[in-house]
């Protein structure tokens, strides 16, 4: 569905309409009709006759840094924003969109935001539509990040292990009965365990998949246009 202009200018403001779409629940209708209209914006600009000058590349050159450093502006805004701002707990308790055809698209789902208020729209409606994706890939990057770092995944390991061992002393000696040396072994259990993962760089390991995980789910939801999560009713088919 292509917008050129506001079907109801006549009676309602730009503003008001995109208000209304906002908070009536048409996100795609909105995102679609942001990217059409400041393409037809830029056509406007780029079509509009202008005065010959004995100089004519200043004004193309002055143009292409305007809308260079435009985008570098917005994609730069991008990472100043809160994905996480409008998740909840019900965004992860539904079905996992599709791989394919949901979450990864086609080469036509993807479009570069026109201004940081709609890369905002986008991220943050992106992140509660595929919460369970992004979680599932931030999991990934972790287990890809430990089988990169080994002595990142064998502090892990001997950190479990460590834990299994103090809950079987417990269990096997009744520690229950004694809080105060049951308090004093699970410190001693928590000092080592600092220790270990220290060493082991396991902090590291944590940073790097959070950073690309991050940064693949903030490009992903930015760059993502909203489509449709239903079918359209039979009303909008010819």
Request: proline share 6%; net charge positive.
């Amino acid at each position: 569905m292509s917008f050129s202009s506001n079907p109801l200018s006549l009676s309602v403001p730009d503003a008001a309409f995109d208000s209304w779409l906002r908070d009536s629940g048409y996100l795609e209708i909105l995102d679609q009709r942001t990217s059409d209209l400041h393409r037809h914006s830029s056509a406007t600009a780029a079509t509009a006759p202008t005065r010959p000058t004995p100089i004519a590349v200043a004004p193309l050159a002055t143009g292409f840094f305007i809308s260079f450093f435009s985008r570098i502006g917005t994609l730069l805004s991008v990472f100043t924003l809160n994905p996480f701002a409008k998740l909840s707990a019900a965004d992860f308790a539904g079905p996992t969109p599709s791989w394919t055809s949901g979450f990864v698209g086609f080469f036509e789902s993807y479009s570069f935001p026109s201004s940081p208020a709609q890369a905002r729209l986008r991220v943050h409606e992106n992140a509660k539509r595929y919460a369970r994706n992004y979680a599932s890939l931030f999991v990934l990057f972790f287990v890809c990040t430990l089988y990169q770092m080994p002595l990142a995944l064998l502090g892990l390991v001997s950190c479990l292990a460590l834990w299994d061992i103090v809950k079987f002393c417990g269990d096997r000696w009744g520690l229950d009965q004694y809080p105060v040396v049951w308090q004093c072994l699970v410190r001693i259990a928590q000092c080592v365990t600092v220790i270990i993962l220290l060493f082991s760089n396991f902090q590291m390991a944590i940073f790097c998949a959070l950073g690309v995980g991050y940064t693949g789910m903030i490009l992903h939801a930015a760059f993502r246009k909203l489509t449709l999560t239903r079918p359209p009713s039979s009303i909008n088919r010819k």
